[in-house]
Nanobody, 128 residues
């Protein structure tokens, strides 16, 4: 059983940067995807960024050019580097993993909901 644990959230001012970590207790073998999602109060969960195990990455339009997803395979940690944060980036950020492809899980909520492994999330609050 794979367990995911996020860390790195916090309260920052607009324009600041944060890095989120998602540590995995085990390795996921075979073709899979690891992703970051966020959910703001009163809004639907949305895909932020995802990384296929072959290294292919995909970003939601709202974060392109500001966020970077990467993975340290030796440490089994998925990262989300977030720069130039905006109040619209506020939300509970969760990482997830499972069978899928990066573009599909970011763009299609049904595909995201099918991901097998989820963390509990880390809160990011951006004030203006």
């Amino acid at each position: 059983q794979v367990q995911l644990a996020e860390s790195g959230g916090g309260s920052v001012q607009a324009g600041a940067s944060l890095r989120l970590d998602c540590a995995s207790s085990g390795s996921i073998t075979g073709r899979h995807v690891m992703c970051w999602f966020r959910q703001a109060p009163g809004k639907e969960r949305e895909g932020v960024a995802a990384r296929d195990n072959d290294g292919t990455v995909y970003y939601a339009d709202s974060v392109k050019g500001r966020f970077t997803i990467s993975k340290d395979n030796a440490k089994n940690i998925l990262y989300l580097e977030m720069n130039n944060l905006d109040p619209g980036d506020t939300g509970l950020y969760s990482c997830a993993a499972g069978i899928g492809r990066s573009e599909v899980v970011v763009e299609y909520p049904v595909a995201a909901a099918a991901l097998r492994f989820w963390g509990r999330g880390t809160q990011v609050t951006v004030s203006s």
